[in-house]
């Protein structure tokens, strides 16, 4: 089966997942997107994203290894939680531009 529904959730301390989300459609592709400040309320938008039919959930870059397996728990890995990771350059690069 070919992916149709992907979520992806992000995470920064001034969103709020009532107010910050959206849907992205096409003809046969569907993605969530939610913005949350913590992982107590990932792990909402991911049991709500189960709801949709997600087939898989992408967590940005803020997320560790343990926060994922936190969230995985939240949906009793009924579907597969991924996140963005860095390689040890493009943190350094990213921790000096952001800094």
Known sequence: MAL???G???KSN?????KHHARLN????SMM?????DVAQA??????????DVQLIELCGAFSAEDAQQIRDAIN???PVGYVQYT?????????ELS
Do not use: C, P, W
């Open 43 to 52: 792990e909402m938008v991911a049991q709500e994203m189960i709801t949709k």
């Open 26 to 29: 096409s003809e046969n592709f």
């Open 77 to 79: 890995d009924h579907i």
């Open 33 to 37: 997107v939610s913005g949350v400040s």
């Open 88 to 96: 040890d350059d493009e943190r350094a690069r990213l921790k000096s």
């Open 14 to 18: 001034d969103l709020e997942m009532f």
């Open 8 to 10: 992806f959730i992000v």
């Open 4 to 6: 149709q529904r992907y």
